[in-house]
């Protein structure tokens, strides 16, 4: 059902040593954005031209609904939220709490360094005026996608958000009702029923009563990622999301149930999930495969987590040490690392690269899906060694703002006209110069 890959020994130290050569042999799905370009440009472009009259189109084309408005009505979303199931409600409250306790202390303060008597540089952190969150809506409902997009938004100071979701046939059209009720928890009542690509250029671009944003957020498939890549630069985005993927750094101490659990729960979302388990103990290893057979045969979307496990982007990674784990792991950049060893907190404090980081037996990736209070837009495809997940900090800006009396200029003037000169830019200096009548101080 999953794969191995054996990097014991003389043979795997070798690949071991070689970061590059690491990071070439782990297991990774098949994610050609650039591919998906073709189908995307003429989607984007048709929707820049025609706004809503294209939206309504394309929503018919590739989700099977006619829509008569791409806007959710405010009292569609209220009753949404009246017909919630209690106990999801309860859940859902609980999520937004602890999300907002934690995000809540991401704010950034303003800070002025003075750097010479009369001169001041002051870091101001300002919000993002307006914002699209993506939330997906394909093999599975993600309501739960909707607090973390909005709860950090709304902890930044963002005045203006907006929620896109696909359509969906059995509602009439609407986005998940389960989605609905969980913006009119957060308090957004700006809701449209619109995915995919054609949502990411209607937040570009504008269309009807939806004005263009500043930034989009929030994961999708390739061809929202591919929107994203095309759109950067006229709008801001979070993340290229590619496939979600789980890592399990264990050792002999670690559960095989709760590890073969952990692998499923993530190769459940979809037949390109990547579930990925790093171990020095071939033993665990065995023992794991034993459980993936049984628990995938009883879990509900066996066929899914079937396909997800055995493909080219899962596996099971053997080494001699835990130490070589940590170097696995760290070149394999996973969205979601787990570890299970002995000592898991001081293993885990010498991770490099991870989207988030769950220490021990009792913090799954499931808690942080949901409860645990981190953010779970993460990044994927290894980019956790350049970016990070989303918070407060995504849809703030920093902005200097320089401060220099004419004392505090004069001091440093001889310096700024040297460099300016050493760069062949003579007119930098001249403006540095015309601010003084009798000339540069000695």
Sequence with gaps: MISRIDLRGSAGRAVLDSPAALRDVMPRAEFDVEAALEKVRPICDDVRHRGVEALIEITERFDGVRLTDIRVPADTIAKALGDLDPKVRAALEETIRRARIVHRDQRRTDVTTTVAPGGTVTERWVPVERVGLYVPGGLAVYPSSVVMNVVPAQEAGVRSLAVASPPQK?????????????????????????????????FAYGAGPCAPVNLVTGPGNIYVASAKRLLKGRIGIDSEAGPTEIAVLADATADPVHVAADLISQAEHDTLAASVLVTDSAELADAVEAELKAQVAATKHTARVTEALSGRQ?????????????????????????????????VAARVRNA?????????????????????????????????????????????????YSRDALAEVAHHVVTLAEAEDLPGHGAAIKARFEWGLPE
């Design 355 to 403: 989207g988030a980081i769950f220490v021990g037996a009792f913090a799954p990736v499931s808690l942080g899906d949901y409860c645990a209070g981190s953010n779970h837009v993460l990044p994927t495809g290894g980019c956790a060694c350049h970016s990070s997940g989303l918070s407060v900090q995504s849809f703030l800006r920093g902005i200097h703002v320089i401060d």
């Design 170 to 202: 059995e509602f009439g059209g609407l986005p998940h009702p389960t989605i609905l009720a969980a913006c009119a928890l957060l308090g957004v009542d700006e809701v449209y029923s619109v995915g995919g690509a054609q949502a990411i250029a209607m």
């Design 314 to 346: 899962s596996g099971i990674v053997l080494v001699d040490s835990v130490d070589d784990g940590l170097k696995v792991v760290d070149a394999y950049a996973a969205e979601h690392l787990e570890i299970q060893t002995a000592d898991a907190s001081a």
